[in-house]
């Protein structure tokens, strides 16, 4: 900051004349600054901030049918609020996204880091298989889901069929409260994978040779360098893959819708389908947008936390 | 320099002149030869051209005819009432007349000298709201039995018309060997699932005001017990009408409850014998009580006086008794007047027993009016509850009712 002074002490000193002229040059420079955000910062105001303003007053507000032709919402404070709360399946969809969540990152991420780790060893078709792998991730949602329902049907299913050879009666996958879940999670589980190996691997990739050679050298192979070596390598992948996940997962509605319509007895309805059943099925906009900010607010901890942990390792 | 210049002034005042003029085409274009032209909205298929091109004959008046997805209407008609863009005529299923009606969007028909007419009192019930007719629907429908003759000749049964003998003839037609279940229904958890089983409901007593009645306590039993025989697949819970349509095809079914939107599917089958008849009561004292299906034609307020008074004028035409009956032969539906279904029974005996139960038909918001898909979620939440074995169907009445 001193070399700063220095320059413009000089000018003082010498000719005043050029003063007004960087500070011209400073402004310009400061204006070309802002020009570069601007967009950005018109993007983000439009696409992201205006939509939550008008997510929470409408939460806020009794919107529904009539507020389309009319365009008037009247204002219930928390009104809406206070009865998704008190509703009994508040606790039900709490519940079913929770486990919904961390049913499927858990198995995405293991599967996905073992497969990641077995096709590190390069084999005759590692490539070709690797870009199969891809497929469930290619496929619309909404295709997939109407195709697995097939698939899981109790009576005619292709699923329940092949278990048939083993002896196993027909599962009620889809149409079981308690096996609805199950069989959903399965099938986000199934789509997941591919965005977890896919990611895991390259990051496997950026971990040096050397360092396993230098490892096996002092005895450590197999799970001891995986531990020691690979594992504190991908952690800054590791933690991407999973907050990406979460949050991702925290909001899949057209597999859920696809598959169950929100589940027997609502037995697979989450904060998503349940925000959709309200807005789109019941036409009340205000509850709808209450649960959403639910959503919203359950994934903005999961982003905070995302910060945290990075913030550490920066630090580190 | 000056050149590039002079080319990018003369290349940005092409491009706006260009504008301007696709602007202006824009607006002018669409109203060819004579007369007005109306832009109708709704959710059938191309198959249903003909009917208006009748009526825009008759009106003098061209249409531009717009085809919705089903499941996307109400959505598309919200987006367009916000946008004060709605279609001249407005097609919409029976059940959200009311709801639409109440947001202000709908202009009263008697306002173009519309009444029901000889319409079955159904009609009226679903398109009124506060008094006044907003939608009337030219062709109705409802559900029955549907059987297959041939499985029913083969296991000596005949078509039940209480429910022990419903009871009685789906455990007979169950064969676990075939995969032959002896009755399917869809209960789904949308307002089809509630559709279906609105039939039992009602007949035995059962009102949307209040589901937690012994008489809907005695209805969802029923359904249950069927299920629970093993006469019924447990994966009701997951099908939709067009599911129980095609595994009753698949003769996985031997009787199933659908609708005559069916009927082509149905004839196009190979190898199918099959018949309806009304859905069995209780007690052979009961009368059927089927809910009233089919889509009205509204007219939306659109601010332009004269296009309304011709839309008035193209409604009217559709529900004239004359172009029911054209109505009815493209969609397999029942006409509206009592007098012309009953004629129109005599020459198509595959909807004979639908012209049966439309004369006794409810309509679903004949009491809740906009307030009646509340209640449908309530009716299918508990069917759900119960199917599933989660409640009992009186536990899951109350559970219903009282929840959200």
Redesign the interface.
């Known amino acids: 900051m001193t070399t700063a002074t220095l320059p413009a002490a000089r000018l003082r000193g010498g000719t005043g004349s050029r003063r007004p002229g960087r500070g011209r040059i400073r402004f310009v420079r400061g204006l070309a600054r802002w020009l570069f955000v601007v967009p950005a910062v018109v993007f983000v105001a439009v696409f992201f901030g205006y939509p939550l303003v008008k997510n929470v007053t409408m939460s806020l507000q009794h919107y529904t049918t009539t507020t389309f032709y009319t365009g008037e919402a009247p204002w219930v404070g928390f009104a809406n609020y206070a009865s998704i709360f008190a509703s009994s399946l508040f606790s039900t969809t709490i519940i079913n996204t929770g486990l919904f969540t961390i049913g499927s990152i858990v198995l995405q991420f293991i599967i996905g880091l073992l497969l990641a780790l077995f096709f590190k060893r390069h084999f005759p078709l590692s490539g070709f298989l690797r870009s199969l792998l891809l497929l469930p991730w290619l496929l619309p949602i909404i295709a997939s889901s109407a195709v697995w329902k097939w698939i899981l049907d109790q009576d005619s299913g292709a699923l329940n069929q092949f278990l048939g050879l083993f002896g196993v009666p027909p599962t009620p996958w889809l149409v079981s409260p308690s096996l609805a879940l199950v069989a959903v999670i399965g099938v986000n589980i199934w789509l997941g994978i591919p965005f977890n190996t896919t990611i895991l691997y390259s990051g496997l990739q950026a971990v040096p040779e050397e360092l396993y050679e230098a490892a096996s050298l002092d005895g450590a192979t197999g799970w001891r360098a995986f531990w020691y070596i690979t594992w504190p390598s991908i952690r800054s992948v590791v933690s991407v893959v999973v907050v990406l996940g979460v949050v991702y997962t925290l909001k899949v509605l057209d597999l859920i819708l696809g598959l169950t319509g929100g589940g027997p007895a609502n037995s697979t309805q989450t904060l998503a389908t349940w925000t959709y059943q309200k807005s789109f099925v019941l036409f009340d906009f205000g509850q709808g947008a209450a649960v959403s900010n639910v959503l919203i607010a359950v994934s903005l901890v999961f982003a905070v936390v995302y910060l945290y942990l990075n913030r550490r390792e920066v630090d580190e | 320099m000056k050149k590039s210049r002079i080319a990018a002034v003369l290349a940005g005042v092409a491009t706006v002149a260009l504008a301007i003029t696709g602007c202006s085409a824009g607006g002018s274009g669409g109203s060819g030869g004579g007369g007005k032209a109306l832009t109708i909205e709704d959710y059938y298929t191309k198959t249903y051209d003909p009917n208006y091109q009748i009526c825009a004959k008759e009106v003098g008046v061209k249409v531009t005819i717009n085809h919705v997805a089903g499941a996307g209407l109400?959505?598309k008609v919200?987006?367009q009432?916000?946008s004060k863009t709605l279609p001249d005529v407005l097609m919409l299923d029976n059940p959200d007349v009311q709801?639409?009606a109440?947001?202000?969007?709908l202009s009263p028909l008697s306002n173009y000298g519309l009444d029901a007419g000889g319409d079955v009192k159904a009609v009226t019930a679903a398109g009124t709201y506060k008094g006044k007719l907003y939608g009337l629907a030219p062709v109705i429908n409802s559900i029955a039995l549907y059987y297959n003759t041939d499985l029913l000749q083969a296991a000596g049964v005949q078509p039940p018309k209480t429910w022990d003998e419903l009871q009685a003839a789906a455990q007979k037609l169950t064969d676990p060997s075939k995969?032959q279940y002896g009755f399917a229904m869809s209960n789904?958890?949308?307002y089809e699932g509630a559709w279906q089983f609105l039939p039992f409901f009602w007949t035995n007593g059962g009102d949307e005001k209040d589901i937690d009645s012994a008489g809907a306590a005695q209805a969802l039993q029923f359904v249950v017990d069927l299920q629970n025989d093993g006469s019924m697949?447990?994966?009701s819970?997951?099908w939709a009408q067009a599911d129980v349509n095609n595994q009753f095809i698949a003769g996985?079914a031997a009787m199933m409850i659908n609708g005559p939107w069916q009927l082509p599917a149905l004839n196009a089958a190979k190898n199918l014998k099959f018949d309806s008849v009304p859905i069995p009561v209780r007690d052979a004292s009961q009368k059927i009580t089927s809910p009233l299906g089919g889509e009205a034609f509204t007219v939306p307020v659109t601010g332009d006086k004269d296009k309304m008074a011709l839309a008035g004028k193209f409604v009217g035409c559709l529900n004239k008794t004359s172009t029911q009956t054209k109505i009815a032969g493209t969609t397999g539906n029942v006409p509206s007047d009592s007098a012309t279904a009953d004629a129109w029974a005599k020459d198509h005996p595959q909807v004979a027993s639908f012209v049966t139960v439309v004369k006794t038909a409810r309509a679903r918001t004949g009491e809740l009016g906009a307030d009646w898909?509340?209640a449908a979620?309530k009716i299918y939440?508990a069917v759900?509850?119960a199917?599933?074995g989660?409640a009992q169907p009186a536990a899951a009445l109350k559970?219903a009712q009282?929840?959200?």
């Open positions: 109400i959505a919200l987006q009432a916000s709801q639409i109440a947001t202000g969007a995969g789904i958890n949308t697949s447990k994966s819970v997951s996985k898909p509340k979620t939440t759900q509850l199917l599933t989660k559970q009282a929840g959200d």
